[in-house]
């Protein structure tokens, strides 16, 4: 199984994975990182590669799915 660990591509999934188009003061290129967030979150989503982040809630894992224009965060099981 593949694993991808976005760090901080998409920051809180509630604002960047749900709005991939938004951007944040800490983006150094704004154009650059919408680019990117919509290359990666495709990839992940497509593949349906399980991810995980710093930000993200607890589990913080689980997977990406397409949802309209931008995505949603599907956290995985969790099984103490």
Same mark, same amino acid.
């Given at each position: 199984?593949?694993m991808?660990?976005?760090?901080?591509?998409?920051?809180?999934?509630a604002?960047f994975?749900?709005?991939?188009d938004?951007s944040a003061?800490?983006?150094? %290129?704004? &154009?650059?990182? !919408?680019?990117t967030?919509?290359r990666?979150?495709d990839?992940?989503?497509?593949e349906?590669?399980?991810?995980?982040?710093?930000?993200?809630?607890?589990?913080a894992?689980?997977?990406?799915?397409? %949802?309209? &224009?931008g995505? !949603?965060?599907v956290?995985?099981q969790?099984?103490?």
């Open positions: 199984e593949k991808m660990f976005l760090s901080d591509t998409t920051n809180h999934p604002l994975v749900t709005h991939p938004w003061v800490f983006d150094q %290129d704004a &154009d650059a990182a !919408r680019e967030r919509h990666i979150l990839m992940v989503a497509e349906r590669m399980r991810i995980a982040s710093y930000h993200f809630p607890f589990p894992t689980g997977h990406i799915g397409k %949802d309209g &224009d995505y !949603r965060f956290p995985a969790w099984m103490p």
